[in-house]
């Protein structure tokens, strides 16, 4: 069922040919090309993800699991074979341990208001970072409010770099949960993530790692990360909103209470009791995104044709090249400056507000990312409202920054 072979390496990496799999990357902007550098946020598709989506729809659209007729087995079959794809481009051990969520927000809030309520622990504290993004803060608040448990968190330092030796002293101390963004969509830092692992079950401590920055650069293997549960987002890697996909050990995956209730998710239901369905299902109530779980598998597909290690330095050269020409210009202070960085690149320029760079590059066809960026508390650190960000995927080149480099410096001269 898949749109490709899932063998990787088995084209060669080219950006010219890649970026004609990408429709929209021909589009035209305020009458000039356009030059998207919003990955972080969201990622453009390739053609054959939108072929696959259009092909569920116009030949076996049905719901799963519910019917004996042709269409809803077709159906069945395709998103059972989607699920196997993304547990093979983890991989991790059991297709099971592969849960379906509307993204990476609901992957963490699934483990917050389940494995979080239920796990028992001698220390009720939960220890996040003080790079987080929104979406692994909330959810730990909401369950601290509800049980008593201490959010703790480990301290970055002006180059928004992990305080390892805080990290190893709240550790220490114990705590029900470590759950940890592996690369900041708001400064680009990447984070020590197998050693922060290693630390935290030193103390019995499981950890959530948020990978929705990271699955999309670098290559990602569960068994070898030793994470207990892994969270990223369909739309950051080339595939559809609203589908993402919660990994998670299947031993501590059975001990958790389900999330939602409904159809799919039980096995028996009585006015006086109900039971819960096998993995995964226990934790998909309801008609899933049948056509996202389609389009996320033809994406990891697509991406599994290249090497990813080719990918990763084609990145890096970008983010490289356009934080010299960042460095190039002089006004402009770049906010995040880890020794290890991936992805994007976010920035200030004194007296100019993000939001008015963001406007002005518009209008040359140029998208980037302007505010918080779900980030606030990393703002607050730095004692800034918002940046901009330029961010990059395998699809962008060197003559796209130079032209997002070009558009900054007139903006910088019009704002300034």
Known sequence: MSVAANIPGCREFNVDHVRADFPILGSMIHGRPLVYLDNAATTQKPRSVIDA???????????IHRAVHQLSERATAMHDAARETIRRFINARHVEEIIFT??????????AATYGISASSSNNSIIITA??????????????????????????????????????????????????????????????????????????IPVLVDGAQSVQHMKINV????????????????????????????????????????????????????????????FEAGTPDIAGAIGLAAALDYLSQFDMEAIAAHEHDLLTYATNGLNALGKIRIIGNAPEKSGAVSFVVDGVHPHDLGTFLDHDGIAIRTGHHCAQPVMDYFNIPAT????????NTREEVEVFCQSLERTIKILS
């Open 102 to 111: 509307r993204g990476t927000t609901e992957a963490i809030n699934l483990v």
């Open 53 to 63: 989506l259009v092909n569920y729809y116009e030949t076996s659209n049905a719901n």
């Open 223 to 282: 068994q070898e990360l030793d994470a207990d549960f892994f969270a990223f987002s369909g739309h950051k890697i080339y595939g559809p909103t609203g589908i993402g996909v919660l990994y998670g050990r299947r031993e501590i995956l059975n001990q958790m209470p389900p999330f939602n209730g409904g159809g799919d998710m039980i096995r028996t239901v009585t006015f006086e009791k109900s039971t819960w369905n096998d993995l995964p299902y226990k």
């Open 131 to 204: 790079m987080e993004h929104h979406s692994n803060i909330v959810p730990w608040q909401l369950l601290a409010e509800r049980t008593g448990a201490t959010l703790k968190v480990i301290p970055i330092d002006k180059d928004g770099v992990l305080d390892l030796h805080a990290a190893a002293a709240l550790l220490a101390e114990g705590g029900k949960i470590l759950s940890i963004v592996h690369i900041s969509n708001a400064l680009g830092t990447v984070n020590p993530i197998n050693q922060l692992i290693q630390m935290a079950h030193q103390h019995n």
């Open 388 to 395: 901009a960000r330029a961010s990059f995927g395998l699809y």
